[in-house]
């Protein structure tokens, strides 16, 4: 079943004074089975940044539409939006966006909280996630008091605990060392298994070759796509790693 449908994504800003206008995103459609799990590439200026922007309501394309369960986000009004996001998508940030003076498992509660949930739901749905995410033993501690890995796995907690539809990741792993980065990789592997639905940006080719499918942005537009389908993980780490390399060397891909 299709979940999301990304159709002629186009994005023009404009600078201050109006006198030059820069296309972010030129032409942008793909569409996004549930169960599946993504990873979106490219480099910098590529327009990753703002297509994930557009795909989390927090921009709108100067034209064409985002489909997230047969429901058009661009209908949806500025007064509803913020309780969209918040029932639809689950978010995990880069710099982990957690609150200093909130208890790790306040932190995680914060999206129920703002939806009105009552504390006996809020703690029936905490407890299986925790314990997946093995940090049970650091919900009374503050994201200080804890490691990065840690805080990055609050994070994912705070996104799955309201079962959204869609995860959105950007560049997760990019604050982690290459242990505590293994080991998120290995959760979201387990997370997508369970069914949930994951996009992820990355300049991570380890974190891109844990995904189905990748979707490499050049210029606004989507260049190329590779499916791992049967391909090992190794295999597909090469195939990404040969297709950035075509990117940054402004060739065509013929694959």
Do not use: W
């Not at 064409?64 to 369960?69: A, M, Q």
């Not at 007064?79 to 940030?93: C, H, K, M, P």
């Not at 079962?163 to 990019?174: H, I, M, R, S, Y």
């Not at 391909?231 to 402004?250: C, F, H, N, P």
Request: aromatic share 8%; net charge negative.
């Amino acid at each position: 079943m299709t979940l999301l449908e990304v159709k002629n994504i186009k994005k023009i800003y404009s600078t201050r004074f109006g006198g030059n206008k820069v296309q972010a995103l030129t032409n942008v459609s793909f569409s996004v089975e549930q169960g599946e799990y993504i990873a979106i590439m490219g480099e910098s200026g590529s327009g990753k940044t703002t297509l994930l922007n557009i795909l989390a309501s927090l921009d709108k394309p100067t034209s064409g539409e985002v489909v997230l369960s047969g429901k058009s986000i661009m209908t949806i009004s500025e007064q509803q939006i913020s309780a969209f996001r918040r029932d639809n998508l689950g978010f995990v940030f880069q710099d982990f966006n957690l609150l200093d003076n909130f208890s790790i498992e306040d932190n995680i509660y914060l999206p129920l909280v703002l939806a009105g949930k009552n504390y006996d739901d809020m703690k029936q749905r905490l407890q299986p996630i925790v314990q997946q995410l093995g940090i049970c033993d650091i919900l009374n501690k503050f994201p200080y008091e804890v490691s990065g890995g840690q805080k990055q796995r609050t994070a994912v907690a705070r996104a799955l605990i309201t079962k959204p539809q869609l995860v959105l990741a950007d560049e997760p792993t990019g604050a982690l060392d290459s242990h505590a980065s293994d080991g998120l990789l290995r959760l979201f592997d387990e997370i997508n298994a369970a069914g949930q639905t994951i996009l992820l940006v990355t300049h991570s080719v380890k974190a891109a070759s844990h995904a189905q499918r990748v979707l490499f942005l050049r210029d606004g537009e989507v260049f190329h796509q590779i499916y791992k389908a049967s391909q090992t993980q190794e295999q597909m780490y090469q195939k990404i790693s040969d297709t950035l390399t075509v990117i940054a060397t402004g060739g065509e891909h013929h694959g």
